[in-house]
């Protein structure tokens, strides 16, 4: 089990361009999940997988947010024309089933200049 | 919105038990509680979760109130790392964190 794993760990970009993070999660997990966390305030819910199929967004996710899980493994979130207001943590958790416990990674913190 | 109550603080002397509350009195049968803490820059921490049984496991135990209206998280033996944010947590298909308690562990 080496742990839910993001990349990159840190991204700085100017606004107006496109990020894309990875997400790596626990290996057999067939949950994924993202999450936005901001200084001070508890990580909001974005949007979540089961397998590749995305079963739920958040009304935080906008047009400019899409995430894709292509073959159920590994997942990518990418951010189009970005805005300051998306600097954040940006969090992928993983779990094994609707009870299991979310596995967290450590995050991809996004400052947009 | 988290359907989760808890104080924004507390504090603990080192050694001692930490005795974190939590309220979820809208609570379904259905539904388990998670508690969570989150270390600064890292990621939440998954610590325990439960339904309506007591649980323990080496991190701590999870007291639930019959009514499940109420839970308590006890650290038995809280040291200076277990200083956090701890995030009590109603699973709805999804965690909706709340604001959590902040705890400070004093030597």
């Known amino acids: 089990d080496t742990g839910v794993s993001q990349n990159p760990r840190h991204k700085i970009t100017k606004r107006g361009q496109n990020v894309t993070f990875r997400c790596d999660p626990i290996s ?3 949950r994924l999940y993202w999450y936005r966390q901001t200084l001070g305030q508890g990580p909001e819910f974005l949007t979540y997988f089961q397998n590749e199929a995305q079963l739920e967004k958040s ?3 906008s047009d400019r947010f899409s995430a894709e899980r292509p073959k159920g493994s590994f997942s990518t979130l990418e951010i189009q024309r970005t805005e300051q ?4 943590m940006y969090l992928c958790a993983s779990s094994l089933g609707p ?3 979310l596995h967290f990674g450590n995050g991809t913190r996004l400052t947009v200049t | 919105d988290a359907k989760t109550t808890q104080p924004p603080s507390m504090d603990c002397a080192e050694g001692r038990a930490a005795n974190l509350p939590c309220n979820h009195s ?3 049968g259905n539904e388990y509680v998670y508690w969570y803490r989150q270390i600064h820059s890292q990621g939440p921490q998954y610590i325990i979760h439960g339904l309506k049984n007591n649980e323990t496991n080496e ?7 019959e009514d499940r209206k109420s839970s308590t998280l006890i650290l038995p033996h809280a040291t200076l790392r277990d200083t956090a944010v701890y995030y009590c947590i109603v699973m709805e298909g999804k965690l ?3 604001q959590g308690t902040t705890l400070q562990v004093k030597p």
């Open chain 1, 28 to 30: 057999e997990h067939n």
């Open chain 1, 59 to 61: 009304r935080l996710l």
């Open chain 1, 85 to 88: 207001g998306d600097s954040a």
């Open chain 1, 99 to 101: 009870h299991g416990p």
């Open chain 2, 26 to 28: 809208t609570i379904s």
């Open chain 2, 59 to 65: 991190m701590a135990s999870l007291i639930i109130t």
């Open chain 2, 96 to 98: 909706i964190f709340g």
